[in-house]
């Protein structure tokens, strides 16, 4: 186990790729190195990018890595796409998008399948964001579709949110699930040589004015960008207000590494504790069987849902009903 | 997390040829079969393939071609499997591929050879039964 941990840090790519593949896997031994990983995070820049399926966040991904990289910059892009709920398998396409930067020693790109267990992406994307930092990458891009309160958590643990429309979204703005647009840093309507732009852009700068309250006194307030990735325009800009915000950040908050605030402390650990009881009673509830009886219970009449609920949890958590 | 090794495999094109139609079927056959697939597009080099394939740390890549570079192009991607220290992951093929190279292929490491004769089930239950999912 040390061993995996020392190579992480050394920048060994298949150490790296192993230990991300037994975190998203559920492998209890993870939970040692990335103990031993921790001291050595806190170094990356996170920037989450979400938007709907098609609104081209990989090609903006993909230009975004090619300047970092002219800058000099190390980065690590982790591309979730969504599991099939029927059969359980995925295709990530991602790649696709990115694989000229396949070669580069200085880009890491995993794809990651959304899986579909209780917080579980939320969880693993988290830690993948902790081994890529502590594999010294300066600069960590995050993409997901923005469904599902799953995917809303995890661009809310990036340092910088950017979220991703298209022209004619107009009122379908709204639309997107509430909860992701405040977690949005920048906006960034791409394609936007395609009619309708404008009124993007109107459409959302009237949206951000109803909440100018909320900026007031030198608070952020989101830049909205038109960016057409496909052509490299608008990409530079889109990274000067990446850089922009990290000052603000900074600026706010002192010398703490924003992603560490406290905020985010309490938000990350709440989901650690909430996901290691579910993982340690639920598992140990399906291995014995326990689980499987109560079910059948349940539906021969024997016993009700709220009772077999009851008879299922109590036992396991007895110290804390003292 | 739910402790549970998950089949990932790569559906990979190398060398030039743009007909990309069989590959993307082939990868909905696998997602359906419940792997996870990694696609990574045409025109891919064996080097950014099997780069790719290493950051993905997946248990097999299905390599497509149908343009008659195969055999160098299957060949040289186990090759560099072997010289990055990666050769546990498997490599099959498919695509448009003369009977007599098949075992010239076999030879060189590609695990099986799919041609148009082969049935999705068959190239699915092929993975089921020579493609395990790492233990450690």
């Given at each position: 186990?040390?061993?995996?941990?020392e190579?992480?840090?050394?920048?060994?790519?298949?150490a790296?790729?192993r230990?991300?593949?037994?975190?998203?896997?559920g492998?209890?031994?993870?939970?040692?190195?990335?103990?031993?990983?921790?001291?050595?995070?806190?170094?990356?820049?996170?920037?989450?990018?979400?938007?709907a399926?098609?609104v081209?966040k990989?090609t903006?991904?993909?230009?975004?890595?090619?300047h970092?990289?002219?800058?000099?910059?190390t980065?690590g892009?982790?591309?979730?796409?969504?599991?099939?709920?029927?059969?359980?398998g995925?295709?990530?396409?991602?790649?696709?998008r990115?694989q000229?930067?396949?070669?580069?020693?200085?880009?890491?790109?995993r794809s990651?399948?959304?899986r579909?267990h209780?917080?579980?992406?939320?969880?693993?994307?988290?830690s993948?964001?902790?081994?890529?930092?502590?594999?010294?990458?300066?600069?960590?891009?995050?993409?997901?579709?923005?469904?599902?309160?799953?995917?809303?958590?995890v661009?809310?643990?990036?340092?910088?949110?950017?979220?991703?429309v298209?022209?004619?979204?107009?009122?379908?703005i709204?639309?997107?699930?509430?909860?992701?647009?405040?977690?949005g840093?920048i906006?960034v309507?791409?394609k936007?040589?395609?009619?309708?732009?404008?009124?993007?852009?109107?459409d959302?700068r009237?949206?951000?004015d109803?909440?100018q309250?909320?900026?007031?006194?030198?608070?952020?307030?989101?830049?909205?960008?038109k960016?057409?990735?496909v052509f490299?325009?608008?990409?530079?800009?889109?990274?000067?207000?990446i850089?922009?915000?990290?000052?603000?950040?900074?600026?706010?908050?002192?010398?703490?590494v924003p992603?560490?605030?406290?905020?985010?402390?309490?938000?990350?650990?709440?989901?650690m504790?909430?996901?290691?009881?579910?993982?340690?009673?639920?598992?140990k509830?399906?291995e014995?069987?326990?689980?499987?009886?109560?079910?059948?219970?349940?539906?021969?009449?024997k016993?009700d849902?709220y009772?077999a609920c009851?008879?299922?949890?109590?036992p396991?958590?007895?110290?804390?009903?003292? | 997390?739910?402790?549970?090794?998950k089949?990932r495999?790569?559906?990979?094109?190398?060398?030039?040829?743009?007909h990309?139609?069989?590959?993307?079927?082939?990868?909905?056959?696998?997602?359906?079969?419940?792997?996870?697939?990694?696609y990574?597009?045409?025109?891919q080099?064996?080097?950014?393939?099997?780069e790719?394939?290493?950051?993905e740390?997946?248990?097999?890549?299905?390599?497509?071609?149908?343009?008659?570079?195969?055999?160098y192009?299957?060949?040289?991607?186990?090759?560099?499997?072997?010289?990055?220290?990666?050769d546990?992951?498997?490599?099959?093929?498919?695509?448009?591929?003369?009977?007599?190279?098949?075992p010239?292929l076999?030879?060189a490491?590609?695990?099986?050879v799919?041609?148009?004769?082969?049935?999705?089930?068959e190239?699915?239950?092929?993975?089921?039964e020579?493609?395990?999912?790492r233990?450690?």
């Open positions: 186990m040390d061993d995996i941990a190579r992480v840090v050394a920048g060994d790519v298949r790296v790729a230990l991300i593949r037994d975190i998203d896997d492998m209890p031994e993870v939970r040692e190195v990335l103990k031993r990983l921790y001291p050595h995070t806190g170094h990356a820049y996170v920037v989450g990018i979400t938007g399926p098609g081209g990989s903006l991904v993909d230009q975004m890595v090619a970092l990289r002219k800058e000099g910059k980065v892009v982790l591309a979730v796409d969504p599991t099939s709920p029927f059969s359980g995925a295709i990530l396409g991602d790649r696709v990115m000229r930067h396949s070669m580069d020693s200085g880009v890491f790109i990651m399948a959304t579909g209780f917080g579980g992406l939320t969880q693993s994307t988290r993948a964001i902790d081994v890529l930092d502590a594999m010294g990458k300066d600069y960590i891009l995050v993409e997901t579709v923005g469904v599902g309160q799953d995917e809303v958590d661009v809310k643990s990036a340092h910088t949110t950017v979220i991703v298209i022209p004619g979204m107009g009122d379908d709204q639309a997107i699930k509430a909860g992701i647009l405040e977690a840093d906006f309507i791409n936007a040589e395609r009619e309708g732009a404008d009124k993007t852009l109107a959302l009237l949206m951000l109803m909440d309250k909320k900026y007031e006194g030198g608070k952020w307030r989101p830049p909205i960008l960016t057409e990735a490299d325009k608008g990409v530079v800009e889109l990274l000067d207000e850089e922009k915000h990290r000052k603000y950040l900074e600026q706010a908050c002192g010398t703490l992603r560490r605030r406290k905020e985010k402390v309490r938000e990350e650990l709440y989901d504790v909430k996901n290691r009881l579910i993982e340690e009673v639920l598992t509830l399906t014995t069987g326990e689980f499987d009886r109560a079910v059948d219970e349940v539906v021969e009449g016993i849902p009772s009851d008879n299922l949890v109590l396991k958590i007895k110290p804390f009903l003292e | 997390m739910a402790r549970e090794r089949i495999v790569m559906v990979a094109k190398p060398g030039l040829d743009g990309d139609r069989g590959a993307r079927i082939i990868a909905r056959a696998y997602r359906d079969a419940g792997f996870e697939v990694v990574t597009g045409l025109h080099t064996p080097e950014e393939i099997v790719a394939a290493i950051q740390d997946v248990d097999m890549i299905g390599l497509s071609s149908l343009a008659g570079a195969h055999r192009l299957f060949p040289r991607v186990v090759e560099l499997l072997r010289e990055k220290g990666a546990d992951i498997v490599v099959c093929g498919g695509g448009i591929i003369p009977d007599e190279d098949i010239k076999k030879e490491g590609i695990k099986e799919f041609t148009p004769g082969s049935s999705l089930e190239i699915v239950d092929w993975v089921k020579n493609v395990k999912p233990e450690r």
